[in-house]
């Protein structure tokens, strides 16, 4: 009698596919890296460095890190929903003493190496201005200023601002190699 041969049993983890990556993912990530370094963040100034995450992460690797549209608002561009869930603290810095250095590391070790790379460029070059810079910054790009189209200056507006449009001001800015930018307030 001949007796099947049988093949080991090899336990492998379940296939775990990447979530996808929120705004709220990324402003806790500038959340918690402003409380590791001592730093305070506002909802204007999250707002755009959230944003310009956005913004580079499209312009250097052809791909939008979350869905949610920025709005082309008074003070530069916004997340509704993100801006909704820190409103209570209006000009006030954001407390948020459950994201600290450990959730920072968290944080980032969640993100692709890619990511990790952009949101450490993102610090270097955005990170320590203050909120009114930033928001001059945006008001004076592009995206910012073609969503807003005829809307005067000072006038509520919740136009969108298009990613196409985002990818094709900010790709201009992007290095040969394609893995680092530029700033476009260097030029």
Do not use: C
Request: glycine share 4%.
């Amino acid at each position: 009698m001949q007796t099947a041969l049988s093949m080991p049993v090899i336990a492998l983890p379940p296939l775990r596919l990447p979530e996808a990556t929120s705004a709220d993912q990324i402003a806790d990530y500038f959340m918690a890296f402003a409380n590791a370094t001592g730093s305070l963040i506002t909802n204007m100034k999250l707002q755009k460095l959230v944003f310009y995450t956005q913004a580079w992460h499209i312009a250097v690797f052809n791909q939008e890190i979350f869905e949610e549209d920025f709005q082309a608002w008074i003070h530069g561009p916004v997340v509704p929903s993100l801006y909704e869930r820190y409103k209570s603290f209006q000009w006030r810095p954001i407390i948020r003493d459950d994201l600290n250095e450990g959730s920072l590391r968290t944080l980032e070790n969640a993100f692709s190496t890619s990511m990790q790379e952009i949101l450490a460029d993102i610090i270097i070059e955005y990170f320590y201005k203050d909120a009114f810079a930033l928001e001059q910054s945006t008001h004076s790009e592009a995206p910012w200023r073609i969503a807003r189209g005829g809307v005067a200056a000072d006038e509520p507006s919740t136009n969108v601002i298009d990613k196409k449009t985002i990818h094709d001001y900010y790709s201009q800015f992007v290095k040969s190699d394609g893995q680092e930018f530029q700033s476009s307030q260097g030029l």
